[in-house]
């Protein structure tokens, strides 16, 4: 099945810093989700991105399909921004099946 | 409007026991998945539901695990004799129509004891 890899594993950042989180997958797929799952366990939708760039807020994500990856980029990052962000793509043969990569653990510290 | 609900939020049961995870999902919303969470992990995928037929059961681990939407909007996921392997965070997610974007609820954990 289609593989996700997501990078770093774990990152640290002070209040304010900006980061970009990397999700590589390993088949062409035709829909991507970012999501933020947040302390409590709720998995919070943050694109629907299945290529070219989207922006929230703080936030926005570039999909790169025919290279098979995505970028999510935090700015002015905050602690409520903590948690484990996960990219998950469907493979083409099965379009609503996602599978999620490991996540990217993020702690933003005061 | 109102999000995907699901209950119980927390479940624990003893080993060998049957137990039953209710999902509801978003009005109008015709796909409905189950996924399951262990620590550490992403969320795995179980089952597909278009209406009220399951259009792919391939991620079930085995047949203690089975799930049914009678109507077509809540959903049921059943495991019978249960394991401490089957300890996780089962989560329920739907969307509006097949391969489009999905919306989780908040998930039951199960801890089976």
């Known amino acids: 099945g289609i593989q996700v890899e997501q990078s770093p594993p774990d990152l640290i950042l002070q209040e304010g810093a900006n980061s970009t989180l990397r999700c590589n997958f390993s088949?062409?797929?035709?829909?991507l989700q970012w999501f933020h799952q947040n302390p409590w366990g709720q998995l919070i939708n943050l694109f629907y991105i299945p290529s070219g760039t989207k922006q929230n807020g703080r936030l926005s994500a570039t999909t790169v399909a025919t290279e098979r990856y995505s970028l999510l980029y935090i700015s002015s990052s905050q602690t409520t921004d903590s948690g484990v962000y996960f990219c998950?793509?469907?493979?083409?043969?099965?379009?609503?099946?996602?599978?999620f990569g490991k996540g990217t653990l993020l702690t933003v510290n005061p | 409007g109102a999000g995907v609900s699901q209950t119980p939020s927390n479940k624990v049961t003893e080993k060998g026991k049957y137990v039953e995870l209710r999902c509801d999902p978003i009005s109008g919303h015709t796909a409905l998945y189950w996924y399951r969470q262990s620590l550490g992990q992403g969320p795995e995928f179980l089952i597909y539901f278009q209406g009220t037929g399951a259009a792919d059961d391939s991620g079930l681990p085995n047949d203690r695990f089975f799930a049914v939407r009678p109507e077509g909007s809540v959903s049921t996921l059943k495991i019978q004799r249960t394991e401490r392997g089957d300890s996780a965070v089962y989560l329920c997610?739907?969307?509006?129509?097949?391969?489009?974007?999905?919306?989780f609820g908040p998930g039951t954990r199960l801890t089976v004891t």
């Open positions: 997610a739907s969307s509006q129509d097949r391969g489009v974007e999905q919306y």
């Open positions: 088949d062409s797929v035709n829909n």
């Open positions: 998950a793509v469907p493979p083409i043969g099965s379009n609503y099946k996602l599978t």
